[in-house]
Nanobody, 118 residues
Framework: QVQLVESGGGLVQAGGSLRLSCAVS????????LGWFRQAPGKEREFVAG????????YYADSVKGRFTISRDNVKNTVSLLMNGLKPEDTAVYYC???????????WGQGTQVTVSS
């Protein structure tokens, strides 16, 4: 089993910044990708950002491109999401996820709430 635990959520004013972190533990294997997703009230979960094992490949939703930065530390087994220029529409529960076999994200954290006030 693989466990993911997010931290760093909170309340911030529009234009502010937050940094989310996710600790990965358990029976992982090298080569896995990590990602961040979010789900706003009444909406479906959506992809926010993803990162390859080496960190050389990063991917972003158009809505966050240029504002959010994903990074990982394979020694500490963590993935982070630096969020700048936050907007009220970024308000959601943010989840980190792991794709161990290159097929789909099959392990998920419990989520952390991010609220952006206008």
């Amino acid at each position: 089993q693989v466990q993911l635990v997010e931290s760093g959520g909170g309340l911030v004013q529009a234009g502010g910044s937050l940094r989310l972190s996710c600790a990965v533990s358990g029976r992982t294997r090298s080569g896995y990708s990590l990602g961040w997703f979010r789900q706003a009230p009444g909406k479906e979960r959506e992809f926010v950002a993803g990162i390859s094992w080496t960190g050389s490949g990063t991917y972003y939703a158009d809505s966050v491109k240029g504002r959010f930065t994903i990074s990982r530390d394979n020694v500490k087994n963590t993935v982070s999401l630096l969020m700048n220029g936050l907007k009220p529409e970024d308000t959601a529960v943010y989840y980190c996820a792991a794709d161990l076999y290159g097929q789909h994200y099959d392990y998920w954290g419990q989520g952390t709430q991010v609220t952006v006030s206008s």
